[in-house]
């Protein structure tokens, strides 16, 4: 039997104005064999401390660039991944639904819902499905109810776990991390150098959520 480890990650921000970003973004990265990956990755970081650069973790926006390209590196060696995004332009989004405990059952749901309905194996024993450690227990609370819920209706008879771990102890976390800025790169910076390298492990292309939405509300 087997266990399906899922990672999320976000990019962008709740500015809902022209001061914040265009999109909000939820990645997922999934695999049924984490370890070699993760332990490719931390290799490297040993690797680049060992040489001075002193991460505690792998972040895309702010590693440097020769550390990107080493991480890209690795992360396209190992092919027993793949990763999706769902988009939200966020001047779109009805006032209505951009409080968190309507927006994350919404839109994160989303692309949890396409790995459930495509992309669990028929030997699947248990999900554990990770997110970067939650700053707010009320937000916890509400991401994590949401994903509860969906695997209760999407995959009654799978146990489904969900933890919140800090992304430094979690190397596919930083995995997801490099996916969505990758995706956020792409559609807020016409940036697609990261996100072409990355392609063999994108499993479909990103879905624009609201593409068939008129009304823009800034």
């Known amino acids: 039997m087997s266990t399906l480890h899922i990672h999320v990650d976000e990019s962008g921000d709740f500015d809902f104005s022209r001061k914040g970003s265009r999109y909000y973004i939820f990645t997922a990265a999934w695999t049924y064999h984490p370890q070699a990956l993760a332990h490719a990755l931390s290799g490297l970081r040993f690797e680049l401390n060992k040489n001075g650069a002193d991460l505690s973790r792998f972040h895309a926006s702010t590693d440097q660039q020769s550390h990107r390209n080493r991480v890209v590196n690795v992360l396209t060696s190992h092919h027993s991944w793949w990763f999706a995004s769902i988009l939200i332009e966020k001047r779109k989004v009805n006032p209505t639904i951009r409080d968190p ?118």
């Open 101 to 218: 405990a309507t927006f994350y059952p919404k839109f994160l749901n989303s692309i949890l819902l396409f790995i459930f309905k495509g992309n669990v194996r028929p030997d699947t024993s248990k999900i554990v499905l990770y997110t970067d450690r939650v700053p707010q227990d009320a937000k916890k609370k509400i991401v994590s109810k949401s994903i509860k819920d969906l695997c209760a209706r999407q995959v009654p008879n799978i146990p489904c776990h969900v933890m919140h771990h800090a992304s430094e102890s979690n190397a596919w976390l930083q995995v997801a991390d490099y996916c969505s800025w990758a995706v956020c790169r792409k559609w807020e910076n016409d940036d697609l150098r990261t996100y072409l390298k990355l392609s063999p492990r994108l499993l479909a292309l990103e879905r624009d959520a609201l593409r068939m939405g008129e009304t823009t509300y800034y």
